[in-house]
Nanobody
Framework: QVQLVESGGGLVQAGGSLSLSCVAS????????VGWYRQAPGKQRELVASSSSSGGLKYADSVTGRFTISRDNTKNTVYLQMNNLKPEDTAVYYCGADLSITTLTGTGVYRYWGQGTQVTVSS
């Protein structure tokens, strides 16, 4: 059973920094694309940043230059360093990953989500 577990959320003042971590564990797998998403109250979940297995990185325009996504494949962990946080960054942040899993019947790609971690930025 694969699990994604986020940590590192909290309360910070505007201009401050937080670092989020997401660890994948469980079955034997390969992480393909992994991303950080966020959902603010009353809004749809949106992509914040993503990292592909080939090294490609994508960022939402609203966080470019402030957030940095990185991954350590040896630890099955992805990080999100958030600097110069703004009140509009307040949301629940989720880790989402597409994992290649090989079973006796073959290899498939499956999407998994973490439980989310709250980030609150006060003005």
């Amino acid at each position: 059973q694969v699990q994604l577990v986020e940590s590192g959320g909290g309360l910070v003042q505007a201009g401050g920094s937080l670092s989020l971590s997401c660890v994948a564990s469980g079955s034997t797998f390969t992480i393909n694309v992994v991303g950080w998403y966020r959902q603010a109250p009353g809004k749809q979940r949106e992509l914040v940043a993503s990292s592909s297995s080939s090294g490609g990185l994508k960022y939402a325009d609203s966080v470019t230059g402030r957030f940095t996504i990185s991954r350590d494949n040896t630890k099955n962990t992805v990080y999100l360093q958030m600097n110069n946080l703004k009140p509009e960054d307040t949301a629940v942040y989720y880790c989402g990953a597409d994992l290649s899993i090989t079973t006796l019947t073959g290899t498939g790609v499956y999407r998994y989500w973490g439980q989310g971690t709250q980030v609150t930025v006060s003005s």
